[in-house]
């Protein structure tokens, strides 16, 4: 009898006594990029219009968003792009409460006694635009959309937009960020317009 019991506290303490995983870094419960990044310019301004992210760094749903921090640098002669020592300026943050509201209607429907993992957020919670005024005609900008979660947890960027701000003749290019960081000119992907 003593030997059954050592066998069963061995395989009990080798197999472990629940399904407890390893916490995750807070990185990997950071939102994916932004969607959709479209930019449009009038005479005086730059306006950045996007989608929210649906999910997690892990491709996971995405639990927590505090919102968007939008960015901008300033480039003066090529190279700038990647050049370390020329930073983004935060130019605003934009709150997204579209995952807080989701769960509250989630919540709302179990307590009512229906499914609540389907419920989504209402759609014209997940789109989003910043305006940028400060904009000044003949420069040449790279704008980008950091998604943060709680905490200050920044997520993915995978698309920059770069502007030659001539108010509504502004040209526009929609670059991937592999894009940004390569010496080459960029190809034209379908994303490059005249404002």
């Known amino acids: 009898m003593r030997t059954l019991c050592l066998v069963l506290i061995t395989v009990f ?61 300033e480039i003066v002669e090529r190279g700038d792009e990647t050049d370390p020592s020329i930073e983004y300026v935060e130019l605003g943050f934009v709150q997204d409460l579209h995952v ?15 499914i609540g993992r389907t419920i989504q957020a209402p759609e014209g919670l997940t789109s989003f ?17 950091l998604p943060q979660n709680q905490g200050s947890v920044d997520g993915v960027i995978k698309q920059v937009a770069k502007v030659v ?14 894009d940004v960081e390569s010496d080459d000119e960029p190809e034209d992907n379908g994303a490059v317009g005249r404002q």
């Open 13 to 73: 303490a080798a197999t472990g006594c629940g399904k407890y995983l390893a916490p995750l870094p807070p990185e990997a419960l950071a939102p994916r990029a932004v969607e959709g990044l479209e930019v449009t310019t009038t005479h005086e301004q730059v306006a950045l219009i996007w989608v929210a992210p649906e999910e997690d760094r892990r491709g996971k749903e995405l639990k927590s968003i505090e919102g968007y921090v939008i960015q901008r640098k």
């Open 100 to 114: 807080k509201i989701r769960e509250d209607l989630r919540k709302e429907a179990r307590a009512q006694g229906k």
């Open 129 to 145: 635009s910043f305006i940028d005024s400060t904009a000044k005609n003949g420069k040449t900008y790279l704008y980008q959309v």
């Open 165 to 178: 701000f001539k108010g509504t003749e502004s040209d526009v290019i929609i670059l991937a960020v592999g």
